[in-house]
């Protein structure tokens, strides 16, 4: 959620939150339709990459330079809640977007990131009903049209990229 009243004219930047942790509907393959969960927390979340100026993107396009709207200047965990400092470029095909973000008009961000270790919740079937990222790394925060997360925005994964990721089975909840 990009908080248009953290806006700072002077050095272009905004506060965002960027994730909540909330529950969002997924197809995983190998394991089929999921609840997905990131844990926000200072030990499951990687945030060395966005400390180092992990890019702003518009809405997660990253094929062209013209893609990075700004930077990120810092992120840290909140409570239950991934934060940052956005800085916007200066040039002029970004400036309409830093407006709107001011009036209140843009609002919603989203995060990309990679997981490195899942943990599997089943469900009395014994299919997986969950899987909560307990070992994770945002690559990049966006500003998206629409959020699945109301709270922090549509969080997205990069598909194509494969990537090494543990997942771990945990004990069914039964009575």
């Known amino acids: 959620l990009l908080r248009a009243d953290s806006a700072n004219d002077d050095d272009r930047t905004v506060e965002v939150t960027w994730t909540t942790g ?20 200072k030990k499951a979340i ?11 993107l518009n809405t997660h396009s990253d094929w062209d330079l013209a893609d ?11 409570g239950e809640e991934g934060r940052a400092l956005i800085r916007f470029s200066e040039r002029d095909d970004v400036e309409p977007i830093w407006r709107d973000v001011k009036a209140g008009i843009i609002r919603n961000i989203s995060v990309g990131y990679r997981v490195h270790r899942y943990e599997v919740i089943e469900g009395e079937d014994g299919a997986a ?26 969080r997205s994964a990069d598909g194509q990229t494969e ?4 997942i771990e089975r945990a004990e069914p909840a039964h009575p």
């Not at 990537?163 to 543990?166: E, H, L």
């Open 46 to 56: 990687r945030l060395d990459r966005l400390n180092n100026g992990a890019p702003f």
């Open 68 to 78: 990075v709207i700004g930077v990120v200047e810092k992120a840290w965990v909140d």
């Open 129 to 154: 009903t969950r899987v909560i990222a307990r070992d994770w790394e945002p690559m990049e925060i966006s500003a998206v049209p629409i959020g699945a997360d109301d709270l922090a925005g549509f």
């Open 163 to 166: 990537n090494p990721c543990v």
């Open 22 to 41: 909330a529950s969002v509907p997924r197809y995983m393959p190998g394991l089929g339709r999921v609840q997905e969960e990131l844990e926000v927390s």
